[in-house]
């Protein structure tokens, strides 16, 4: 049975920091690569960030890059993304995936996480 599991949501100030990570079992881990996406209540699911399968290749959505960084393990099973200088709109569920990378784009594939939340407010 394929599963990802995301875990590290919370409430948050803005300006704080926040790691998300995600453990994937019942597949081949390190055969896949890894991507972050995020939706807020009434609006569409949207990436966040893409991994390759190596680690040796990201992409991320113009709204989060320099503050986010997405990176994994492959011995753990795990992708995290490492989320800095948190904005209320970066407010949102959370949701990891597991797909394919290739020339500096995502391709989600079918496997998600059942989410996790994260809430930036003062």
């Known amino acids: 049975q394929v599963q990802l599991v995301e875990s590290g949501g919370g409430m948050v100030r803005p300006g704080e920091s926040l790691r998300l990570s995600c453990v994937g079992s019942?597949?081949?881990?390190?055969?896949?690569?890894m991507g972050w996406y995020r939706q807020a209540p009434g609006k569409e699911r949207w990436l966040v960030a893409g991994?390759?399968?190596?680690?040796?290749?990201?992409n991320y959505d113009g709204s989060v890059k320099g503050r986010f960084t997405i990176s994994r393990d492959n011995s753990k099973n795990t992708v995290y993304l490492q989320m800095n200088n948190l904005k209320p709109e970066d407010s949102a569920v959370y949701y990891c995936?597991?797909?394919?990378?290739?020339?500096?784009?995502?391709?989600?594939?079918?496997?998600w996480g059942q989410g996790t939340h994260v809430t930036v407010s003062s």
């Open positions: 995936n597991a797909g394919a990378h290739s020339g500096e784009h995502y391709y989600p594939g079918d496997y």
């Open positions: 991994l390759s399968s190596s680690g040796d290749a990201a």
């Open positions: 019942g597949f081949t881990f390190s055969n896949w690569a």
